[in-house]
């Protein structure tokens, strides 16, 4: 079993950062890629950024040029730099990992962090 604890949400005004980080934690695994998804209300779960074994990202339109994912030294642990943010980039942000336990993938999920981008 896998757990991913995220944590750095809050309040920010427009224009202000805010770095999210994401902790897997467990044994037996290796972590294939990593990456985080967001929620506003009322709207559906949207890709933000991935990272993968390799460092490999990848980048919503939306994000591109303020957003930042990264893994730390450990690989087990992810972070999302946020610049620059708008209102629009209110949401619960979520990661989550693929992972590898022999021949068996599989998806975890963390329990969401709160992002408000407001006056």
């Known amino acids: 079993q896998v757990q991913l604890v995220e944590s750095g949400g809050g309040l920010v005004q427009p224009g202000g950062s805010l770095r999210l980080s994401c902790a897997a934690s467990?044994?037996?695994?290796?972590?294939?890629?990593m990456g985080w998804y967001r929620q506003a209300p009322g709207k559906e779960r949207d890709l933000v950024a991935t990272?993968?074994?390799?460092?490999?990202?990848n980048y919503a339109d939306s994000v591109k040029g303020r957003f930042t994912i990264s893994r730390g030294g450990a690989k087990n642990t992810m972070y999302l730099q946020m610049n620059s943010l708008k209102p629009e980039d209110t949401a619960v942000y979520y990661c989550?990992?693929?992972?590898?336990?022999?021949?068996?993938?599989?998806?975890?999920w963390g329990q969401g962090t709160p992002v408000t981008v407001s006056s």
């Open positions: 989550y990992a693929i992972t590898s336990t022999g021949p068996l993938r599989q998806r975890y």
């Open positions: 467990g044994s037996g695994f290796s972590i294939n890629a």
């Open positions: 990272i993968t074994s390799d460092d490999t990202t």
